[in-house]
């Protein structure tokens, strides 16, 4: 995975914004870990539908959630933590849906990967690292 960490501030801010900006255009729900990460993601603007894993299921009771609400053929977006865990249950979740016939989208996720380089791995850090790129772009 290529890092960013060396790109000036500038250049990783303007990436997370068009990473979000691609995230809210979507239609889709967006799988998360737990409830800290939809408030991460609630405080960085988006406004969309948001599945939280961690509510006592298991990773393929959520994908049965999905099918049940999306059908066949559907698309959700996999934003789980770019760490081991994270990695794990974005597997399951990619195994489990395509299984399912739905449409599983882990771009978004491997993008931010990429643009937090390894500076944050999990997306409830998302704000804090986006605030301080801010705070140097626009001080």
Known sequence: ?????????????????????????????????????????????????????????SVLSTVEKLVRKLGTSGTFVVMTDWDRTGGRLAKQLKEYGESSDLIPNDQIRRELAIASSKDISCVEELPKLIQTLRSVCDP
């Not at 998360?32 to 609630?42: N, P």
């Open 1 to 57: 995975m290529k890092s960013n960490r060396n790109n000036s501030p500038q250049i990783r801010l303007d990436a997370f914004n068009r990473i979000l900006d691609s995230l809210n255009n979507l239609d889709s729900p967006v799988v998360v870990e737990g409830h800290s990460d939809t408030l991460a993601l609630r405080s960085l603007g988006y406004h969309g539908d948001v599945i939280e894993l961690n509510d006592g299921q």
